[in-house]
């Protein structure tokens, strides 16, 4: 594996869980019926969105407290930051280009942020797991919907039934939650179609090679999360 890929694996690597989750799911649990037609709807105009502004939490009784927030700008421009174990990593990505921070940690300042570039093929889909959570839908042959959540139930390639909600907000999925023994997770949707532009923070100093120090440094996030136009 390349020392990009590693960084990747590296940066949500408390968050296994969650990419996990979107894709080791194995078969229906219910009878086939006929799915809701809004819920695929929605899942597909989400998915279609030009942009999208993306709050993940997972408690896991395995790896604690994982959280993912981005801003995608499609079809190939991201930025945001991975927090787990009190550390914060931040990340931007444009095209097959990554930039990516040590993980610092978040009880520090700093006043400029230190990205490490690497080239990597295709790596919105190593880091943002949403795409993963909204073809679920297509899976769930008995949706069940009380207002605008919409919720069905899917076995795991462990075994394990996870217990998946959608709430729709108007043409598009607003929030998903999904309950696994051991695993919640929660997604958070905002901005659809009117996020930031993706850009590195103005204090920026750019390194090449990979951001995992044989020592951890430790600086902290800023109060705000860099906005999001890489060069």
Same mark, same amino acid.
């Given at each position: 594996m390349t020392d990009a890929r590693r960084t990747l694996s590296w940066?949500?690597?408390?968050?296994?869980?969650?990419?996990?989750? #979107?894709?080791?799911?194995?078969?229906?649990?219910? !009878?086939?019926?006929?799915?809701?037609t809004s819920l695929n709807i929605a899942a597909k105009n989400t998915t279609a969105a030009t942009s999208y502004t993306e709050d993940l939490k997972q408690v896991s009784t395995t790896?604690?407290? #994982?959280?993912?927030?981005?801003?995608?700008?499609? /079809?190939? %421009?991201l930025a945001g930051y991975e927090q787990a174990t009190g550390r914060r990593s931040y990340l931007v990505v444009a #095209?097959?280009?990554?930039?990516? @921070?040590?993980?610092?940690?978040?009880? @520090?300042?700093?006043?400029?942020h230190r990205f490490y570039v690497q080239h990597v093929s295709d790596p919105i889909?190593?880091?943002d797991p949403l795409p993963s959570y909204l073809s679920l839908v297509s899976r769930a042959k008995a949706v069940h919907r009380d207002g605008s959540v919409y919720s069905f139930?899917? !076995?795991? =390639?462990?075994?394990?039934?996870?217990?998946?909600?959608?709430?729709?907000?108007?043409?598009?999925? @607003? %929030?998903i939650d999904v309950n696994i023994p051991g695993s919640i997770t929660r997604i958070?949707?905002?901005r659809i179609n009117s996020s930031p532009p993706v850009e590195?923070?103005?204090?920026? @100093?750019? %390194? =090449?090679? &990979? /951001?995992? /120090? &044989?020592?951890?440094?430790?600086t902290a996030p800023p &109060?705000?999360?860099?906005? =999001?136009t890489a060069p």
């Open positions: 940066l949500l690597l408390l968050l296994v869980g969650v990419v996990t989750a #979107g894709g080791a799911f194995l078969a229906v649990y219910y !009878a086939p019926s006929q799915p809701a790896n604690g407290t #994982g959280l993912l927030h981005v801003v995608l700008q499609a /079809p190939d %421009r #095209g097959n280009t990554v930039y990516q @921070s040590v993980a610092t940690s978040i009880t @520090s300042s700093i006043t400029s889909s190593q880091v139930t899917l !076995a795991t =390639t462990t075994g394990k039934l996870a217990q998946l909600h959608y709430t729709v907000t108007g043409e598009y999925v @607003s %929030r958070d949707l905002t590195l923070p103005a204090q920026s @100093s750019i %390194r =090449t090679g &990979s /951001p995992i /120090p &044989s020592t951890p440094t430790t &109060s705000t999360t860099p906005t =999001t």
